[in-house]
């Protein structure tokens, strides 16, 4: 090797150590430049919260098949395989995908996954109705818009935090999104501000809607179901029939894409009136199917609240 | 014809009892009650010291619970409070202003937004009260016209002596819907030094017409009879059923 080839190598051995010592120094161990995380969710409307903080900054990855019913989910090995390549999970937590720890444990993700629990910070309330004197936690946080943008900030609060190059990106995004949702609302609000909410009773087939209801002044006067997913029994349905008699209950929410098979005996013995409101679960993810579900839930209980004013 | 033989294992030819005894008799028993014992004190033991999953937070006697302490118009308007407070403190970062009350009905922000919750949740008026001033902000009180609505209180006379505590403070008072309280969303400002810098904190007070505080303090709230709201939230109910989380 002549001198002149080796100052060439020096050179090079340099100029690579120049270019490297400040990208190794600036490397973030959170999120490696250029990759785009991939963010696992569990449930419908934390797809399309998700999707919307991110934009094109992160993969939006569902945990379980859209047209699964997250109440009876059962894993299968497809989750197991797509929870292996996540690099972050958003879950509710608090009721509706157990089943995703599951997923989690048997990916052996365990202890390298974070976990973004949604609700963290949202102030829980109890399901309404009489459930046998006792405060119940209604985990349904995403049907509703002031907790829904409440968990967007949260989420986006966790994934700032996980992916510090996009977190500005991530607020900006979750607050235009929060904007939105509450441009939704404000539109129904109008709607209602013109009826007289003080009489209005209704009674839910499943307790999934406190959070919307209480976003409008109006409360749930009995449940169907006695805890959650559990169907009543006969005792306890005649209980709740003449619950809803005596609280002079006109209006039964039932649920949309699930079976009306309670709701039938009841309206048949009550003369209730049946609306169906959607638990945000339908055939496929989108970033816009949380606003679409939430529009029609506002819409029917505009006619619900209007039927009463009837 | 064969003598059947009508002795049992362990008799003598002469049918005298002969009682054989296994090798491990000394100890068998002795071992069976130890074993015995051991497992009734691993149960005991387990029962008296296995670790206790969370409750619901036990309020103090100056707090009150979001989930199971407020009336249904307090807990909806709490609900409101705790997001505008996180998007009030993204607003403060990232422009260094406060959202006034102008504002909050552009961007149609509850609990202030004057809408159907807001009329529902009975028509509170709410005062922006910024740092280093007790009185509202130019253009930050809540102006809607109702005749009928009972005057904001003024603020006290401590406010009056006290000029700002360093916090951006939202006071909602005059609220006419029944068992409703006033409120307040305390927001600690991290140059002035507060204790709680950096994040909202949310008060009630029995009395809708509570007068403005003044001094947002802790300790000179709860002396004023204002009682701070504990969410129960959802990290709390994780912990309740699974236990402290990694």
Known sequence: MTVSTRHRALWRSCLALLVLIPALAFADPTAPLGKKLKIGVTLHPYYSFVANIVGDRAEVIALIPAQANPHNYQPQPDDITRAMTLDVLVVNGIGHDEWAFQIVKAAGRGATLPIIQANASVALIPIGGDQDGAKVVNPHTFVSTTAAIQQVFEITRRLGE?????????????????????????????????????????????????????????????VIEPRHGVAPTARQLANTIDAIKKANVKVLFAEKNFSLDLAKPIEAATGVKVFSLSHITGDTYSADEFEVAMRENLETLAEAVEFMQR | ???????????????????????????????????????????????????????????????????????AVDQAIHSALLPAGEEIIWNNNDTGGWITLEQAQKILLPPFYRDAFWKTNGEVHWQLILPG?????????????????????????????????????????????????????????????????NQATIWIHRDPNAPYPGIVKPESLVGQGWRQVIPYDGASEVERVKGNQP
């Open chain 2, 1 to 71: 014809m064969t003598n059947l033989s009508r002795t049992s294992p362990g008799d003598d030819v002469n049918g005298a009892v002969h009682v054989v005894r296994p090798a491990s008799s000394r100890w068998e028993s002795l071992a069976l009650l130890f074993a015995a014992l051991a497992i009734i004190a691993s149960v005991t033991g387990y029962v008296l010291l296995r670790p206790q999953h969370a409750g619901p937070p036990t309020p103090l006697s100056w707090q009150v619970r979001s989930f199971d302490g407020l009336g």
């Open chain 1, 162 to 222: 996980l992916d510090p190059p996009n977190a500005a990106v991530y607020r900006q995004n979750a607050l235009a999104y929060a904007a939105r949702i509450r441009a939704l609302r404000a539109g129904f609000m109008t709607r209602f501000a013109a009826l007289d909410l003080s009489s209005f009773r209704c009674a839910t087939t499943h307790a999934g809607y406190d959070y919307m209801m209480q976003e409008f002044g109006l409360f749930v006067s009995a």
């Open chain 2, 133 to 197: 001033t007790h009185l509202p902000h130019a253009g930050s009180v809540d102006d809607h016209d109702d005749a009928d609505a009972p005057t904001p209180p003024p603020p006290s006379d401590v406010s009056k002596a006290t000029l700002g505590q360093g916090a951006t403070v939202y006071y909602g008072s005059a609220g006419r819907a029944p068992g409703q309280s006033a409120y307040l969303l305390v927001i600690g400002h991290a140059h002035a030094g507060v204790m709680w810098a």
